[in-house]
């Protein structure tokens, strides 16, 4: 009776650690999605990409007469800074959750909504004073099409992060990460890079490389 009673609880046993490793196994699919999700992404933005450069390598004069305006001007330079900032303080949250410190995490994700919003708004300002200030709009030939659709789909992708952020955030505060379970921290904190990465390569592309 014992012997068989010892092999029933070590059957249950095992059982339950299957299920628990079954149940880590779920939450990491989390992750692999959203890494699915930026590969997709990724091939979106190349071929924005290779729209720019194939029409750049085409076209006798590049930028366009009457676009030299299109400089690294200090607002796309404080965004850049801004939201390059904002994945450090990003990634520096996801290292605080994996130690189980969940108000410096959530400090963290605060601290990069908030530069998320600012490099948003820096971004319809600029745009602002480019419609304004110098009548180049999306309607501005190929290269005003070229510029507002790279950087206005960047900015589409930024929004989705800070929807992100803020649904990450209001889970924090409810307490529902440990060092046990935060992989949605994560999955969040790859798009975040992404965006990040995206935008540097814009910066460089539209403003410094022209």
Do not use: C
């Amino acid at each position: 009776m014992t012997a068989h009673a010892d092999v029933a609880v070590t059957t249950h046993d095992a059982g339950a650690d299957h299920g628990m490793a079954r149940g880590q196994h779920a939450i990491d699919t989390t992750l692999m999605g959203m890494l699915l999700f930026i590969a997709s992404e990724v091939m979106f933005f190349a071929a924005l990409f290779g729209a720019y450069f194939n029409v750049k390598a085409t076209a006798a004069i590049w930028p366009p007469e009457g676009t030299d305006f299109i400089t690294p001007i200090p607002i796309p330079l404080i965004a850049t800074i801004i939201l390059v900032s904002s994945s450090f303080v990003m990634q520096w949250g996801v290292w605080q959750i994996r130690k189980g410190n969940r108000t410096a995490m959530n400090r963290a994700i605060a601290v990069t909504l908030i530069l998320g919003v600012i490099f948003l708004s820096l971004q319809a300002f600029d745009y602002y004073n480019l419609v304004t200030n110098e009548n180049f709009g999306i309607n501005s030939g190929v290269y005003g099409t070229l510029f507002y659709t790279m950087t206005g789909f960047h900015g589409a992708h930024v929004l989705g992060g800070v929807i992100g952020l803020t649904v990450i955030l209001t889970r924090g505060m409810q307490g529902q990460f440990s060092s046990k379970h935060y992989m949605a921290v994560e999955a969040v904190s790859a798009y975040w890079h992404f965006v990040d990465i995206v935008w540097v390569a814009l910066f460089a592309t539209i403003y410094l490389l022209r």
